[in-house]
């Protein structure tokens, strides 16, 4: 974990080794955070559209340096400078700092370091969009505009499509979510992600939203007016037999609501996209947000329309939909009985492996679900955490567990309202399992010349 040394850093402290210093203190009895070190006095706000707000951290050490850059496929990435991370938990309290050089007891996060060489790494690429396939024939992993999100593979599958771009690149890992976890939290001084962004949380997936009508070579879609009122201009949906099926299609945009349209009691919604045929009792719901929105977005971090109604996506510093959407798959992490095990090496990433090179965490994640309370915390493994109490919901997003050999998908769907969000951990999948629910983020290491 690359930890510093023994002395410490206390909560005025402003800059180390000519650094500032980042951080927030918590007194595990509710949200907001208390803004420490160098932190004190700035302020954070999210956008909306083209609306102007004050941040003070589009100015600050590290935050400032994320950059936008683009790989020879046209990947979009946001590239993330290193930076060192510090974490406490003791009882009453709990804080997360960070700084660009070596705090004491601060540790680098795996993906900044050259496992072959034995040397850090500058930065740390992570897609702008959520992953997809299709702009690149279905063989690789993608982050490109204009995508819907890839669903319905398993994390396996998606591992093999990320590295199938070369070396470096890999799927989003604990290692990275951890990063973003704790930026975001530094930065917004909460643990109520929702309370700032809520993200595409509120939409439709619901049996009852059958077609009344046939659709016949167009682009329309004839449903009850009550059915119509559910749904939004601008929304994604899909199209099949049931929730879930994309028989008839898997991501279009709404474009216009007609209601009482053909006739009294029904609306008409019209689509996107070439001409389709569906048939009555076909059933529509809402689904991942196509990619590339933020480029309206003026903030450095925002949403569409509105930041805290669950019926737009956002994005978090240049990262679309970081929780919301679908879920995302996080590798480098299995689950056994309720047992965690991460890896360091994403060369060495595997599904259903409880051996080297995993390593077991120092406590055993809740076997109840919940709202959470509190997390877990490994003072030597500190970048893992994973609900250990879903006594109250401090953390304000839901935690779903199962017995047995599992994966961690993380963040909530467009349909899970308020238990959804940054720590909204779902451990419930098996690695061969695949869902419409699920799709995955592609990131891409440093490689050393």
């Known amino acids: 974990m690359l930890l510093g040394g023994s002395d410490s850093i206390n909560e005025t402290q402003t800059t180390y080794k000519g650094a500032k210093v980042y951080g927030v203190s918590w007194d595990k009895t509710d949200t907001p955070l208390t803004r420490i070190n160098a932190s004190v006095g700035m302020v954070a706000a999210a956008g909306v559209d083209a609306g102007a ?120 890992d604990i290692h990275v979510y951890d990063m973003l976890q704790v930026l975001f939290t530094i930065e917004f001084a909460t643990l109520d992600s929702q309370s700032k962004m809520a993200g595409w949380t509120s939409g439709q997936y619901n049996a009852a939203h059958a077609l009344t009508a046939d659709t016949s070579a167009a682009n329309t879609i004839v449903v009850s007016n009550a059915t119509g009122a559910a749904f939004s201009v601008g929304q994604p949906i899909s199209l099949g037999t049931v929730t879930g099926s994309t028989s008839v ?28 045929n569906a048939v009555t009792g076909n059933v529509i719901w809402n689904c991942g947000w196509k990619s590339g929105f933020s480029s309206g977005i003026a903030a450095s971090s925002g949403s569409l329309a509105h930041n805290t109604d669950g019926k737009n996506p956002f994005h978090y510093r240049g990262i679309e939909n970081l929780y919301g959407n679908v879920y995302q798959f996080v590798d480098g992490y299995n689950i056994n009985d309720n047992q965690g095990w991460f890896c360091k090496d994403a060369d060495d990433y595997a599904s259903n492996v409880f051996a080297a090179p995993y390593e077991k965490i120092g406590y055993i994640n809740k076997n109840a679900n919940g709202y959470v309370k509190y997390m877990g915390f490994d003072p030597v493994n500190t970048m893992v955490e994973m609900p250990v109490d879903v006594s109250s919901n401090l953390y304000k997003d839901y935690y779903s567990q199962s017995s047995g050999q599992r994966i961690a998908v993380v963040g909530g769907r467009w349909s899970n309202s308020e238990s959804a969000g940054l720590w909204y951990w779902f451990l419930t999948y098996f690695s061969a399992e695949a869902s419409v629910n699920i799709g995955g983020r592609l990131c891409a290491k440093a490689v050393s010349a």
């Open 53 to 172: 707000v004050t941040n003070d951290f589009d100015t600050a050490e590290i935050f400032s340096e994320f950059t936008t850059v683009t790989d020879a496929d046209s990947n979009e990435f946001v590239r993330i400078p290193k930076f060192y991370i510090r974490k406490t938990d003791i009882t009453g309290k709990k804080t997360w700092q960070i700084c660009k050089k070596k705090m004491p007891g601060s540790y680098l996060s795996w993906h900044f370091w050259d496992f072959v060489n034995g040397k850090e790494l500058d930065y740390i690429d992570v897609g702008k969009y959520p992953a997809g396939t299709t702009l690149t024939g279905g063989t690789k992993l993608s982050s490109l505009p204009n995508e819907y999100p890839l669903t319905n593979k398993n994390i396996v599958e998606f591992r093999g499509y990320a590295e199938a771009n070369g070396a470096g690149y890999q799927q989003l």
């Open 249 to 276: 299609f898997y991501g279009r945009n709404i474009t216009q609501i007609d209601v009482d349209t053909p006739g009294a009691g029904n609306t008409t919604i019209t689509v996107d996209g070439a001409a389709f």
